[in-house]
């Protein structure tokens, strides 16, 4: 039986670890780190800096590139096909390694937003497979921790979602607060933005080159996209989220 460990890392910060996390990080016998180009190297790279920050004899390291998604033929089509092609990279790693117990680095939180779960899945269909999570920081709490801010209103509800389906869908109904992630397109500017709606952006939470705007989205959407055109032209990626409140707008 191998035992695969989906390990969240939080986003990308050492402290963002927990205890658990680097215990399994310790006991693991094998790491499984992708790499998805010379343009995305930062985060190969920062997966095996915090091995070295945080293990006195990390376990060997297993590079591996990542497959390119497709979605010419529909996007729910093209993620399957995609998550097939990398539960068959992972598994052509623990087998070339004979690895018993290895891990994979998860940023933020396995269970939210992320295919991990999904692909370990697949590779259990063909290896015998006996999976561990543990459990991560999320890019909601870190981005709620560094606007000093909590993540819902007194007794309301919040919505988390996508770009694609804000800029498919809209402001989805009964709900006035909304988290936005996975949205490389800057969905709020499909919004019609009331006067009061306001906006928490955040961009490499947790890491050295953080950045933070807020206020009313009418004012600061512009900064926005000027402030991620410019850092993910300097870094070669980005990762952000935001937060909107429809409330201000009553």
Known sequence: MIALALIGIGTGSPGHLTREAIAAMADADLILIPAKGEDKADLAELRRALCRQVLASPPPLAV???????????????????????????????????????????????????????????????????????????????????????????????????????????WPQGVD????????????????????????????????????IAGPLPEVAGRILETRARARAEHGWIMDIYLLDRCRAR
């Open 177 to 212: 607060r909304l988290v936005v992630m996975l949205d490389g397109e800057c969905s709020f500017q499909s919004l019609d933005a009331q006067e009061g709606t306001h906006i928490w952006w955040g961009a490499f939470l947790g890491m050295p080159q953080q950045i933070l």
């Open 64 to 170: 591996f590139e990542m497959p390119t998604r497709d979605v010419t033929d529909g996007y729910r089509q093209g993620v399957e096909a995609w998550h097939d092609a990398i539960a068959a990279r992972w598994e052509q790693v623990i087998r070339a390694h004979g690895a018993i117990r290895p891990a994979l680095l998860v940023w933020g939180d396995p269970s939210l937003y992320d295919s991990s779960l999904r692909i370990a899945e697949r590779v259990a269909r063909r290896l015998p497979l006996n999976l561990r999570v543990i459990p991560g920081i999320t890019a909601i709490q870190a981005l709620c921790a560094a606007h000093a801010m909590p993540l819902n209103a007194v007794a309301a509800p919040v919505l988390i979602t996508t770009g694609r389906q804000i800029r498919g869908h809209g």
